[in-house]
């Protein structure tokens, strides 16, 4: 089945500068990749996803990029503020699969 | 917005003892999920539910365990007979049906304590 390796585990940042979180999947059928947030005493909140036809994608200061020969995708948070300290999930899934997540990155943004 | 719902927020119960979960899923969302997370790990997959029955499981999701959607509205997860392991979040989910349908919405979770 699909195996989700994630790093760093922790990060911290000044305010201001870039965080990146990467992961890596294991099952080359893998078509859907999700990052989520989760904030203390929540749920996990979708952030961006991407699918395997695509190589980059960006939402204002974050973006997800994937390479699917090598098998991995990365998160990528620019100008990095307090209110985005949380812990980063990332995700993979084949179609009609369930989600297999990465074990999560603790990301301290300190102003 | 719409978003998923989830009762009650925190549940004690004794070992041994059943517990039902509840969610209300976003209403044009026809696949549910539960997952759990124990304390300070990742979130683990435990059922998938379309069409009122299982489409997946995983082998946490043994016959302690059981997921109804009793109503047009309400997605439930029961546990037969808690063990202290059981002690964890439980998160449900849901997703619109469909090739596009990939992206899965969660609640905000039900922390139960087994005591």
């Known amino acids: 089945g699909e195996n989700v390796e994630q790093h760093p585990s922790t990060l911290s940042v000044q305010e201001g500068d870039s965080a990146v979180i990467k992961c890596t999947y294991s099952?080359?059928?893998?078509?859907?990749f999700p990052w989520y947030k989760q904030e203390l005493g929540k749920g996990p909140q979708l952030i961006i996803d991407?699918?395997?036809?695509?190589g980059e994608k960006k939402d204002q200061r974050i973006a997800v990029t994937l390479n699917k020969t090598a098998k991995h995708f990365s998160l990528h948070i620019t100008e990095t503020q307090p209110e985005d300290s949380a812990v980063y999930f990332c995700?993979?899934?084949?179609?009609?699969?369930?989600?297999?997540f990465g074990k999560g990155t603790t990301l301290s943004v300190s102003s | 917005e719409p978003e998923v719902t989830q009762t009650p927020s925190h549940q004690v119960t004794q070992m041994g003892q059943e517990v039902i979960l509840r969610c209300v899923p976003i209403?044009?969302?026809?696949?549910f999920y539960w997952y759990r997370q124990i304390l300070g790990q990742k979130v683990e997959f435990l059922v998938s539910?379309?069409?009122?029955?299982?489409?997946?499981k995983s082998e946490i999701f043994d016959d302690q365990f059981s997921v109804e959607r009793p109503d047009g509205s309400n997605f439930t997860l029961k546990i037969r007979s808690t063990k202290l392991e059981d002690s964890a979040m439980y998160f449900c989910?849901?997703?619109?049906?469909?090739?596009?349908?990939?992206?899965?919405?969660f609640g905000p979770g039900t922390r139960l304590t087994v005591t």
């Open positions: 995700a993979a899934r084949k179609a009609g699969t369930a989600l297999i």
């Open positions: 209403s044009n969302h026809l696949y």
């Open positions: 989910a849901s997703s619109e049906a469909g090739h596009q349908g990939y992206e899965q919405y």
């Open positions: 539910f379309y069409n009122n029955e299982i489409s997946e």
């Open positions: 991407i699918r395997s036809n695509v």
């Open positions: 099952d080359s059928a893998s078509n859907y």
